[in-house]
């Protein structure tokens, strides 16, 4: 299935001419004793391990909300305080299914049957993307889910939609000058990117800022997204390609099923591997013996710990409330989503979407998990660092899910993409 633009305006454009609800029936649901938030996890499909951890990161926050406890008790606005505004939260989860289609559905059923205050999640850029659209068609916050791709906060930016994760740009300019230094300036790359728009965010800004340091890039393979699971076409030609660096930017699933596959096929001993954006999984999947020696970026990692006190908070209260399971990147960003939205309706006193964004747009720095971090008006991104990271040795592992040390903690405002270059032209409240 192509998941192309033209699609995507399509798709959601079909959904927003069915949508009946409108600013009368937000206004009645934040009237009640409660407020009802819609929760898009892919469960299922290419990025459904990503998705299961989104969608407990945004159980956990709820919690912590509604009981005035973990991180939430700690941050100034909502300190002392059970609920938002005095209301108890109510939400249902959705299976997205990885499939922008669906994810449009469901959004759309949870503004128009539910009264959603609101929407939050995606993993995928492409089904964030979609449901961005309607959400800002009904006036409807959307707290993005994981999107990489600059088109989020760049061509495709929403009025109604906020983004946390990184985009591609940043991930590019923070890991670049770490590859320079540590891999050399000479070298030959040959990129796997699949073919919707993260895939291509992602191979663009990294080929901008490898190429700057005097990297080479031989190839650009493209594969479809979402896959068949088997990439066997597309690495031969990525064996024959000359190159000594293998650039993976596919994630999820389809990284997993790749680089083993890239292993099989004999290209990892000859191509040193970097992984630019690695998801949440997947060192799980590919194990530590492919996983060592490899660069990449992480949204957060669970070792920051040792060094942000609210992240060691929500490290805890995560294994506290899902014994054996470390919460990974995506759970990070649906806690994280959720507080910075909080704190915004409290110090706007208001559930009232055009406030509370007046008062994100504002800029005030909230501390969390990665000290204090800001949304930048023109675009709707979140100004926070950037962890780069690269893969331990088995020997080296603490525990099962000790893959990475942390070489770096980029700063936000020295990789920000400049607001002019964005493409970003911000629709009306």
């Known amino acids: 299935m192509s998941l192309n633009r033209d699609r995507f305006l399509r798709t959601t454009a079909g959904a927003v001419a069915g949508l009946a609800a409108g600013a009368a029936d937000l206004q009645a649901a934040s009237a009640a004793d409660s407020v009802f938030l819609g929760l898009c996890c892919p469960l299922t499909g290419s990025y459904g391990a990503d998705g299961e951890d989104l969608r407990k990161g945004y159980l956990l926050a709820i919690k912590d909300l509604n009981a005035g406890t973990g991180v939430m008790g700690q941050i100034p606005s909502l300190r002392g305080k059970k609920g938002v505004l005095g209301k108890q939260i109510e939400y249902k989860v959705a299976d997205t299914e990885t499939n922008p289609n669906t994810a449009v559905q469901h959004a759309t059923e949870f503004i128009t049957q539910n009264k959603a205050i609101m929407v939050t ?14 959400a800002q068609q009904q006036k409807v916050l959307f707290m993005t889910g994981a999107s990489g791709s600059n088109d989020t906060t760049g061509i495709d930016c929403q009025r109604y939609s906020f983004r946390s994760q990184c985009d591609a740009y940043m991930v590019a300019k923070a890991i670049a000058p770490i590859l320079g230094k540590a891999l050399g300036t000479k070298r030959k790359a040959v990129y796997l990117t699949p073919d919707y728009s993260y895939g291509h965010s992602l191979t663009g800004s990294m080929r901008e800022f490898t190429e ?4 080479t890039t031989v190839a650009d393979v493209v594969a479809p997204f979402p896959s068949p699971g088997d990439f066997s076409s597309y690495l ?29 096929f004999g290209i990892l001993p000859k191509m040193k591997l970097v992984v630019p954006n690695v998801s949440t999984y997947f060192p799980d999947g590919v ?6 020696g490899v660069y990449g ?3 957060w990692y669970f070792s920051l710990a040792d060094r942000y006190p ?20 995506t759970a990070h960003i649906a806690y994280s989503q959720l507080a910075i939205w909080a704190d915004a309706v409290t110090r706007a006193k208001t559930f009232n979407a055009p406030a509370v964004i007046a ?9 969390l998990m990665l000290g204090p971090v800001h949304y930048r008006a ?47 032209t911000m629709p009306p409240v």
């Not at 999640?121 to 309607?134: D, F, N, P």
């Not at 999820?252 to 790749?258: E, I, L, P, Q, T």
């Open 212 to 215: 700057k340091l005097g990297w």
């Open 310 to 329: 609210l992240s060691k908070r929500f490290l805890d209260d995560f294994e506290k409330m899902y014994p054996g399971v470390v919460p990974r990147w």
């Open 236 to 264: 031969t030609n990525i064996a024959n390609s000359g190159a000594d660096t293998f650039v993976n930017i596919e994630f999820g699933n389809d990284g997993v099923a790749s680089t083993k596959q890239a292993a099989q």
């Open 287 to 292: 194990g530590a013996e492919l996983m060592a």
């Open 378 to 424: 023109g675009d709707h991104q979140l100004v926070r660092p950037v962890p780069v990271v690269i893969g331990k040795s088995a020997a080296q592992m603490k525990n099962k899910a000790d893959f990475f040390q942390v070489v770096d903690i980029v700063p936000g405002e020295d990789v920000m993409q400049p607001l002019a270059t964005t493409s970003c």
């Open 297 to 299: 970026t992480q949204e």
């Open 359 to 367: 008062t994100l747009e504002a800029g005030k720095p909230l501390t």
């Open 121 to 134: 999640g995606g993993v995928a850029s492409s089904e964030v993307i979609a449901m961005a659209k309607v």
